[in-house]
């Protein structure tokens, strides 16, 4: 699965929940907590997952396209 099989708004949501998981760990503070769990509620709730026959497999194929530090498509 490549990262045009997912919705743009999907990605950029998977990248912003690592920058708020990196950021609640260098900052472990209340508000830091509640903004990555705001944004893990976003990514959970999103409407592309309703037609997922295997959620779990393209949960992992979503988070290993944005990984940071994954090789990204030139062409996106």
Not at 14 to 31: F, I, K, N, T, V
Not at 32 to 61: D, I, Q, S
């Amino acid at each position: 699965m490549s990262d045009t099989d997912f919705p743009a708004d999907l990605l950029d949501l998977q990248r912003r929940w690592y920058e708020a998981e990196a950021a609640w760990a260098a900052d472990p503070s209340e508000e830091r907590r509640v903004g990555f769990a705001g944004v893990g509620g976003e990514l959970y709730f999103h409407p592309y997952w309703a037609g997922m026959e295997n959620r779990h497999k393209a949960a992992m194929a979503l988070k290993a396209a944005v990984r940071p530090g994954a090789a990204q498509d030139p062409a996106a």
